[in-house]
């Protein structure tokens, strides 16, 4: 593939990517340790206190059932993923051990989900010490390639046929004597999974047995994984419903009400960065907006691909997302319940024609001339506090929008690299304002506050669960000016400081 970048910079790129791939296929040993250890404490009992929580040793056992199911749609998304790179024999003609060398080392970059990290951390369980993420490039003036990742219902409908070989696949490569438990429209597998290998090697080449894939990764890469499994139920999941209607509802009736006459000739533009699993990029797209969402995490676009491109009906598939901690749950049967998605097919739920999703660094992406007054809107959620600079980020996103054109923010400010002096090898820029100097840098860029509220909601909140952490967001609209002689079309409403929310 022509990906525009140096040499070496694609090798980091594989690099980067090939230690994804090996978190996702370390979660099941990691997930096998953490309940070993917990067998391990149950072995310490007293022979009274043994039977007093008898029901502790089948709890563990259903937990590893959870777990291959869990395994099962991991292996499931591997095998499907088509790499924007050639990632060749997995070397690319470099040293495995090399490459094991540079995956394990601290390479300052962003995390796929620091602020599960710092709500992690905060609680005193999990560093932030071990984040990798795709290099980015050093040429300058370089836009990745988009194509690779694109979700347009064209595709969808063009890979039809060969989803369909795949799941046929799918069903010749199960044990026989496997039992299978219906839950909604998916499937869970059954107990006898325990040895079930999923081999589809041949459909697209990407060989997950190849040493370059079997690395040992630090365990922080593989509390990725289970971040992105709970993100799977914030955007794909009936469970995540009451997040979404906290965040991405009152986003999309603002987007409506800056755009009440959307034609469907020409339907306006908006660029969704920080896109994580793409839902919100694909629920306004489904408003009639021509719709990018960009990521940068791989843990994120190799999921968000999967769902967008691979699902094929609504509730298809069977996770466990909360079984990774014993900790603070009302009921075992809370911490081990199922969630079904997707709640929404993709591939039916009314895309407009020319959604995308763009892989790779919203600063290096979005600076580049083409992208100079593109976009009539930009929507943001829980995004501008990844910036190692956040002033770069206010000044790209105005500069990206059109006279006139409108950036929609939600999202508290917990810079995610506040705290990387304690676990850096190499002290990284973060620049932290408040939310009032924040507004004074986007007024300089030429951005007017219209509007502005405070919401109270969560992040991948688990429910059920007697811990919540909140987050009292900041939620506005602001218009980016049309220049001399000309106004928007957007009334300034009186700005509230009220928290919207209920007690």
């Known amino acids: ?3 525009g970048m140096s040499k070496i910079d694609e ?3 594989i690099k980067a990517l090939r230690r994804v791939i090996s978190a996702y296929l370390n979660y099941t040993a990691a997930a096998e340790e953490d309940i070993k250890r917990w067998d391990r404490s149950f072995t310490k009992l007293s022979s009274s206190h043994k039977a007093l929580l008898r029901h502790l040793p089948k709890k563990h056992e259903e937990l590893r059932r959870c777990v291959r199911v869990n395994s099962f749609f ?3 998304m591997l095998q499907a993923f088509d790499p924007p790179f050639d990632m060749g024999d997995g070397g690319g003609g470099l040293d495995t051990q090399d490459l094991t060398a540079e995956r394990d080392s601290n390479i300052p970059s962003a995390n796929c989900n620091k602020r599960q990290a710092i709500e992690s951390n905060m609680q005193g369980k999990v560093p932030k010490s071990e984040t990798l993420e795709p290099v980015k490039s050093s040429s300058t003036g370089t836009i990745r390639s988009c194509d690779e990742w694109s979700a347009t219902l064209a595709q969808a409908r063009a890979k039809e046929q060969g989803e369909e070989a795949l799941g046929r696949k799918i069903e010749d490569n199960m044990p026989k004597d496997s039992t299978r438990e219906s839950v909604g429209n998916g499937e869970a597998m059954g107990a006898d999974m325990k040895h079930f290998s999923l081999k589809l090697d041949a459909y697209n080449g990407l060989d997950l047995d190849h040493p370059s894939y079997q690395l040992h990764v630090p365990s922080a890469d593989v509390d990725k994984v289970r971040c992105i499994i709970r993100n799977i139920v914030r955007d794909w999941g009936e469970e995540g419903m009451t997040e979404r209607a906290q965040c991405y509802a009152p986003i999309l009736q603002e987007l409506q009400r800056c755009f009440p006459h959307r034609s469907q000739e020409s339907p306006p533009s908006c660029l969704v960065p920080g896109a994580g699993l793409g839902r919100l990029a694909c ?13 940068f995490s791989y843990y994120m676009l190799m999921c968000s691909s999967f769902i967008l491109n691979q699902t094929q009906a609504p509730l298809e598939w069977t996770l466990y997302p909360w079984i990774h901690s014993n900790c603070n749950s009302l009921t075992n049967e809370d911490q081990l319940r199922a ?14 024609e020319g959604f995308s999703m763009c892989a790779g660094d919203f600063v290096e992406v979005y600076s580049h001339p083409s992208q100079a007054e593109a976009w009539d809107a930009v929507v943001s959620c829980f995004f501008i506090d990844t910036a190692h ?3 770069e980020y206010l000044e790209v996103i105005a500069k990206a929008l059109k006279p006139g054109g409108v950036w929609i923010n939600l999202g508290p400010l917990l810079y995610h690299f506040a705290d990387a002096h304690s ?13 009032e100097d924040v507004k004074m840098v986007a007024s300089h860029y030429g951005l007017i506050l219209k509007k502005e509220s405070m919401i109270e909601t969560t992040y991948t909140a688990n429910c059920k669960s007697m811990m919540q952490n909140r987050y009292f967001a900041s939620f506005w609209t602001m218009v980016k000016e049309q220049g001399p002689g000309l106004q928007d079309n957007l009334p300034l409403e009186p700005l509230s400081n009220h928290r919207n929310c209920e007690h």
């Open 1 to 3: 593939m022509e990906s």
């Open 11 to 13: 090798v980091m790129e």
């Open 74 to 76: 991991i292996i499931n």
């Open 283 to 295: 629920e306004i797209s489904r408003l009639g907006f021509i719709t990018q969402g960009n990521e």
């Open 339 to 352: 969630v079904q998605f997707p709640d929404l097919h993709p591939g039916s739920a009314g895309i407009t």
């Open 389 to 391: 600079n956040i002033v």
């Open 423 to 435: 676990y850096s090898q190499e002290e990284e820029m973060s620049i932290e304002l408040s939310l």
